[in-house]
Structure formats: structure tokens, C-alpha cells
């Protein structure tokens, strides 16, 4: 059997020429990629099929979203300072009250005396100084006559401190003298480490513990 395209001979049974591929046969068509298929289909098997145009609207435009926010106003944050740490700023008020932290751990003191007896006024005669308080310092002076140094209210400095007793030592100052006398306290009076049994006379720079406070004594 010739093929009727390139006019070679095939065998009797062949369906497509061997030689173009075309079909031999007027049952089979050949599409326009070479697809050999049956003359009955209206459309080649093999090829894919062409995707349908989905039909799109002429006038669509971009929607744009728009959200309405309202205004947010930020939050605060409150420190509790019973169960929170307090977030220091460098100003004078925060100044005083990370003072006033700090010394927590202090035993409070209060200076009662006064430099008048019965209207005469009394001459200074030295200080005391002590950094414990207060880690800048403070200082009470001595004037002269008696000055009692403890933990109950009637004393002219005051230590709120268990260690210290209710009268705890007593400080004279006459005669450009000061003399110094623990008056039986608990847990004693050291003046430079030595615990003091009678009553002496303290010098210049002379150190005197108290409970948990130490004081350095000047002398004018």
C-alpha cells in the first residue's frame, strides 16, 4: 500500500507510513503537532485542550481595604513600691525618697538637746559624727552639760536600734572636758574597740560604738 502523502510503499496492514508518519488510512487524521488519531474526533486526544477565557468584568477596580483605628492612648505601667522596685530618676524628689530606701536597714535617730537651759544658752564644745545614718553623714554637736545617748524617747539622741538600751550612755561635757560613762547597758559601750567598764575622758577623733552605730568624736 502506497501512501498517499509521500506516495512510498507500506505493508497491506500498515495504518500510517513508516516513512512521513501521515496516516495510509482515511479513518485517521493527523493534527498540526503530528498527532496520528481517529478521523472521528473532532478534536486530537493527544494534544492538550485549550483552557476556556474566563470571562472578566471590563470596569473592576483595586478595592482598597481601609481600617478604622481609633486612637490608643498608651498605657501606664503603676509600680507598687510594697512589692515592686522603684524606678529611680535622677531628680531631687527621687533623690530624697532613694535616700529614704536605702536607709531601711538604719536604726532611726533623733537629736531631742537643745543648746539652752533655762534660757542660758550653753557653750558647743565638739560633735559627733557618724556615717551609718546616713552615707553623706551627720553630725550632732555637744554642748556643754549632760547629753544621754539611747533607744527611749526622754534621750537627747535617740537609736531605734535592739541592740541599744533604753539608757545606754551618758556623755558630760564641763570644764573643756568630755567624759564619756556607760550607764549599764546590755550589750556595752567600745570606744575604740575596747569595751568601756568606768568612766573616761575622750580625746579627739576618739571612736564610740553604740549598738550597730559608730561615732567619731570632735573636739573643739
Known sequence: MNCPSCGKSNKPSAKFCKFCGNPISANYKTCVNG?????????????????????????????????????????????????????????????????????TNKPPVRLTGTKKTGGKIKKLAGWLVTFDLNPEGTDFKLYEGKLKIGRDQSNEIVLDDPEVSDEHVLIFCRDNQILLQDELSANGTFVNGNKIDSRIELKDNDEIKIGKTSFKIKII
Not at 77 to 100: G, L, S, W
Open 35 to 103: 498527532h496520528n488519531y481517529d478521523a472521528t474526533l473532532a478534536m486530537c486526544p493527544y494534544c492538550p485542550k485549550p483552557m476556556a477565557k474566563s470571562a472578566t468584568p471590563e470596569n473592576i477596580t483595586s478595592a482598597k481595604t481601609v481600617l478604622d483605628i481609633p486612637d490608643i492612648e498608651t498605657e501606664k505601667t503603676t509600680f507598687d513600691t510594697k512589692t515592686a522596685k522603684p524606678e529611680i530618676v535622677n531628680t531631687t524628689e527621687n533623690k530624697v525618697e532613694q535616700d529614704k530606701i536605702t536607709k
